[in-house]
């Protein structure tokens, strides 16, 4: 074999084991309840039904289309839909969470998110296209196993793994957020200038409580500290994850940056959606073990598998 050969070879190889290496699902489930708890806040938060959910409420004027909504208007069924819309997609996240028909309730929560996006998309933030990017990427993993109702029912069942690809994607799809946020914000002003969250969290659009107890001219310079401190992480953060300890301290600024956004700014459940989204960065085998040294495995009644198993050498595979 050549040389120019065996590095296309061996790059195959990487791109494979990357992309469609087998891990325990254990964390395919953590990331499904994370998710779906976030979808189901983020769903009651459009309440009350009447003004979120029927045509005659705070929505677009009804036409174009399939005439739906025209339809539903017309017919004066506007807040009966709504609520019927509203409680299947409640259901729906629900069973989710629960992890109660498993699959088809991810498929629900999916199709109901996109179709909310069509039905009345006013009160809708980039925190539901982010849960609808994370949901797509959820439709494709079998996120059924523990914890979850599914798992109970057919817990004798051998522990399963699958392809990671599915937790690959939603780690792409974050940091391509925030790279393209970061890259966006360098258009701004504010921005540049280091004015933007002092502007931002002192006017009462999206500030919760600055725009009445401003902050003190004198710690302006912490503010300022914090919009370039964000600039620069949300631009790096993609970079970051080539590390594992930068990784770990992109995710710590992470949590902090979005805790600060839920404190101090009303942006809808972004912030709530991103924070979900980590739970996909934590290692597949380290939650594996981290379930069975505390004693959550047995929980489960499944037999032990065999050390030669298939299954059982993913399990013990050293984490990357």
Partial sequence: MTLSGGLFHRAVERWERFWFEE???????????????????????FLPVPMFWSPDGIAPIPGGGYGL?????ASGLGVPAGWAIFLTLFGSFVCMILGLFTGPAIIACFLGSVFQTRWNSLPLTSGHTVLVALL???????????PSVDYWRR????PSSQPIWPLRLIRAQVALIYLSSGLFKLLGAGWRDGSA????????VYGRFLDVYAVPVSYDWMLTLLTYGTLFWEIGFAFM??????????????????????????????????????VAFLDPHSVARFTSNRGLGQIRSEPMLPADSPSAAVSSTPAA
Avoid: K
Wanted: glycine letters at 12%; hydrophobic letters at 50%.
């Fill in 23 to 45: 891990v325990p699902s254990d964390q395919f489930a953590l990331v499904r309840i994370a998710v779906g708890t976030a979808g189901l806040l983020s769903l009651i938060g």
């Fill in 69 to 73: 909504r025209n339809y539903v208007l």
């Fill in 136 to 146: 797509f990427c959820l439709v494709w993993a079998d996120c059924g196993g523990w």
């Fill in 155 to 158: 817990r004798r069942l051998p």
């Fill in 197 to 204: 969250i002092h502007y931002t969290t002192a006017q009462n």
């Fill in 241 to 278: 994850l080539f590390n594992r300890v930068t990784r770990r301290v992109a995710l710590l600024l992470g949590i902090g940056v979005h805790g600060g956004i839920l404190l101090l700014m009303e942006v809808g459940p972004f912030s709530l959606v991103m924070l979900a989204s980590y």
